[in-house]
């Protein structure tokens, strides 16, 4: 059993500081993601970004929140006032009560109380982040619809569907941890990765999760709910000053809670990394706080890279990438990490390398799936007739097409 004897017995303002500290360290590093994005997606573009509010432009976020604190806040006419208002507020608030449960660090004393770095936990305390998850997506619905739009209406909807599709295979690779680990305390885990990290005993979950937390999050290229392209601004079209800042905060306070999570799940949380873990006093002490904090900023990292290296999917591609990549990937490699569960606890000598092979065999086979999925059609021969339905989209002729088909 998880031993869970570090929680529930803080006193009051333990729990108030430590409350106080995690929303400072999420709004800090939102308020760096922001200015790291725009610095590093301009220079992948070859600009200079941000370089005039501070020193070469450290400033910019700050400025930015002040801009958006000030601008008037316009309310359409006809909207929903009571949702309108809420939606915002119901976007934001999961992502910052998930980061609960989030463990930072190992047990330290704290003015002569030994307490660990993390809020609370509890046994199922993973399922508590995904259900929060599932309430944060109530807010970009509920914005879409209140606004008495067609473009946020859409943007809601679109959101509906994709967080359906990729919360489903994100809980079949949270259930593979929990088949290795034995527990679902994130505490738990983060001690049962004490020898191994699970990003080598079981890939294929964690590549099903980089996929799927970028999902989520509806960050590019599955930005689809907010697609300037065909909506507009998506879901968020009708809102302006502090609200907007609220859908902002929401998404960036959301990265850094599935990227706290895949640090938690598959990177060894807050365990120092080889070969630095070969030093006892790696794992102790505050200084495990900045291995956390390292790891968290590498997914971030990972998240600005592919907004500005990826075009944004297809709406077709993004579904069926979804339910027919990932879901059935998921099934088979719970199915396989189920059945070496099950050896083991038979008394079988299977040990977990064959979840490391077979991890590797899936892993190919999901790579192949998104490559042929994700790899662009080739286009027809000039003298072709014209299929609208070829690439299994209905798509609008080329001008060339359209000549052809009317001659």
């Not at 929060?132 to 946020?152: D, K, M, Q």
């Not at 997914?299 to 591609?317: E, S």
């Amino acid at each position: 059993m998880t031993d869970l004897s570090l929680f529930g017995h803080d006193p009051w303002w333990l729990v108030l500081a430590k409350s106080l500290a995690i929303f400072v360290f999420l709004m800090m590093t939102l308020v760096f993601a922001v200015l790291a994005e725009r610095k590093i997606v301009a220079r992948m573009a070859m600009r200079v970004g941000p370089n005039r509010v501070g020193p070469k432009g450290a400033l910019q976020s700050v400025a930015d929140g002040v801009k958006m604190a000030l601008k008037e806040d316009i309310v359409p006419t006809g909207v929903d006032r009571p949702v309108y208002v809420l939606a915002p507020i119901l976007a934001a608030t999961p992502a910052l009560m998930a980061f609960a449960v989030i463990p930072m660090g190992p047990a330290v004393s704290i003015l002569g109380h030994r307490t660990a770095l993390q809020l609370t936990d509890f046994p199922v305390a993973v399922l508590y982040v995904l259900a929060l998850a599932s309430i944060g997506v109530y807010g970009i619905v509920l914005a879409g619809w209140a606004s008495r739009s067609t473009y946020p209406l859409l943007g809601g909807l679109r959101s509906t569907a994709q967080v359906i599709s990729y919360e489903i295979p994100m809980a079949l690779s949270f259930a593979a941890v929990f088949l290795v680990a034995g527990t679902m305390s994130t505490s738990g885990i983060v001690a049962a990765q004490d020898g191994h990290w699970y990003i080598f005993v079981l890939l294929p979950s964690f590549v099903i999760y980089l996929v799927s937390m970028v999902g989520e999050t509806n960050r590019a290229p599955f930005d689809l709910p907010e697609a300037e392209g065909e909506l507009v601004g998506g879901f968020h079209t009708e809102y302006s000053s502090l609200k907007f800042a609220m859908f902002m905060l929401a998404e960036y306070v959301n990265m850094v809670t599935v990227s706290a999570l895949a640090t938690t799940l598959f990177l060894g949380g807050w365990h120092a990394p080889w070969p630095l873990s070969i030093w006892a006093g790696a794992n102790s002490g505050w200084l495990p706080l900045l291995w956390f904090v390292a790891k968290v900023w590498g997914f971030l990292f990972v998240f600005i890279w592919l907004r500005g290296t990826l075009p944004r999917l297809r709406y077709d591609q993004f579904m069926n990438l979804g339910w027919k990549i990932l879901i059935p990937a998921s099934l088979v490699w719970v199915m396989i990490v189920a059945a070496v569960r099950a050896a083991r606890n038979a008394g079988y000598g299977i040990g977990w390398i064959a979840l490391v092979i077979g991890g590797a065999v899936v892993g190919l086979a999901l790579l192949a799936l998104l490559v042929k999925t994700l790899r662009p059609t080739e286009s027809p021969e000039p003298d072709a007739p014209f299929d609208p339905m070829a690439g299994g989209f209905p798509v609008p002729p080329l001008p060339w097409q359209k000549e052809h088909s009317d001659a």
